[in-house]
């Protein structure tokens, strides 16, 4: 379920105050919980990053147990946030007392989130859009994921009761939310009550209806607690290293994107960087020249697919470990040069039997792929969305326009076949057809931007 837009306002950057006081000794002995590493990065550090991204730059920190060790390894400028230590003297006593606190250091409304939570950013985003009417705004999912959860019944966009015993429930907890200062006397008068739980204060605030609800169903978010639940995060972070856009072709979308993220899982945790992988497959592609190139067409094939997986595993890995960079986007460029160069290797070794053919076609080919990449890039550009996304039409044709894991299958098909030439033929063709209707439909919607 989407994200209800009525009960959404204008975006507002907003301070975060984080809860990480706790001992956390369900996870680990040895390590304290806020510093666990979920896929090569402590569970903390992912709570900071996810908060920059969603775009928030100062941050309060609530520190108990440990607090001095927390605060040397974190420091006070992470991720470039602007962070503030807040002491915990009663942690122990439960996350109330954790949240009691701030007390003082929010005088704003502030996005309020655990320290053992990872998180979509756009979670926050939304939250950050709320028209505040009471004292807090809790971001909800519609799914359980654990016996653990924090359960709540809402109603009419208000929560009625909340609980981890609830009998009837239309929502849970994630554990993110928007307050207002107005909730420290909700969360005075549940301490005064001999209550220890933050859950608790937000009942008082629902009694009076100064709780409200936002749905964020279908955004990610983990409460990390124990060892099986970092696994979970971990296959919950790695399925959701796709790019913004998805997979555009077919063979990507049913082949390819299962094996990386299988990889990047599993590699999430090792000393493997994502740039290891990009020199890897960079590797293993003008391998694939060579082979081209001396007339071993079958294995050249076959790599080429293994090129296209490693190829994806590196930016997967890159977003589960926390560490893109606009370095990074150079990638694309080489990538482009290897595809070039495929064709040029194998048109080259084809021409030993047909002459100047061979060469004349994949010139075509890649004049027609340089051509239609440059209109892709700059109506990317211009109108701020990619083209394969831009309409129903685009979304559909995005699964079989000329790209590298296509034009792969012509070489395989025609290599088996023992008529490689052919395979030259109809990449042009299929290259011809990608840039005229590129062409064309960035066309129509240019012309439609204009004429408004």
């Not at 520190?63 to 946030?81: H, M, P």
């Not at 954790?98 to 309020?112: E, H, K, P, T, V």
């Not at 994949?362 to 990449?373: D, E, G, H, K, N």
Request: aromatic residues 10%; neutral net charge.
């Amino acid at each position: 379920m989407k994200t209800d837009s009525r009960a959404l306002g204008q975006s507002k950057t907003l301070c975060a105050l984080v809860l990480a006081a706790g001992k956390g000794s369900r996870m680990s002995e040895e390590t304290l919980k806020q510093l666990y590493p979920v896929a090569g990065l402590a569970l903390l550090k992912r709570v900071l990053h996810s908060l920059r991204d969603a775009g928030v730059v100062e941050v309060h920190v609530v520190v108990g147990y440990e607090g001095d060790r927390v605060q040397q390894l974190i420091g006070t400028s992470y991720a470039g946030l602007n962070i503030q230590y807040i002491r915990a003297e009663h942690w122990s006593q439960g996350n109330l007392h954790s949240f009691m606190a701030a007390r003082g250091f929010c005088d704003q409304d502030f996005i309020l989130c655990m320290g053992d939570h990872i998180f979509d950013p756009e979670i926050v985003r939304n939250l950050q859009r709320v028209d505040l009417t009471g004292a807090l705004a809790l971001a909800v999912d519609r799914v359980q994921y654990s016996p653990d959860d924090t359960l709540v019944q809402e109603r009419d966009g208000k929560i009625v009761d909340t609980g981890k015993g609830l009998s009837v429930w239309n929502g849970v907890d994630t554990g993110l939310f928007k307050c207002s200062p107005e909730i420290f006397k909700y969360a005075i008068a549940a301490a005064e009550a001999g209550k220890t739980e933050f859950a608790e204060c937000v009942r008082l605030a629902a009694e009076e209806g100064k709780a409200q609800v936002l749905d964020v169903s279908g955004h990610y978010w983990v409460d990390v607690d124990t060892k099986e639940d970092v696994k979970r995060a971990k296959r919950t972070l790695a399925k959701h290293t796709k790019k913004g856009r998805g997979a555009s072709d077919f063979i990507a979308r049913y082949l390819n994107q299962p094996l990386e993220t299988s990889l990047a899982y599993h590699l999430s945790d090792t000393r493997v960087t994502p740039n290891m992988v990009t020199v890897a497959s960079n590797v293993v592609a003008y391998l694939v020249a060579a082979f081209f190139l001396f007339g071993q067409l079958l294995p050249a094939a076959l790599l080429t697919f293994v090129v296209g997986i490693v190829d994806g595993v590196d930016g997967k890995l890159a977003r589960i470990k926390q560490r893109t960079t606009r370095l990074g986007t150079l990638e694309h460029a080489f990538d482009l040069l290897y595809e070039f160069a495929w064709l040029i290797a194998l048109a080259t070794y084809l021409s030993a039997f047909w002459g100047t053919l061979p060469i004349l076609l994949a010139a075509v080919s890649i004049t027609l792929m340089a051509f239609y990449r440059m209109v892709y890039d700059l109506f990317s550009r211009i109108m701020g969305e990619s083209l394969d996304n831009y309409g129903s039409f685009e979304r559909g044709f995005r699964r079989v326009a000329g790209r590298r894991n296509l034009y792969n299958i012509h070489i395989l098909v025609f290599v088996l076949l023992g008529i490689p030439l052919w395979s030259l033929f109809t990449i042009m063709l299929h290259a011809a057809v990608t840039a005229a209707v590129y062409v064309v439909r960035a066309g129509i919607h240019l012309h439609a931007a204009d004429r408004q």
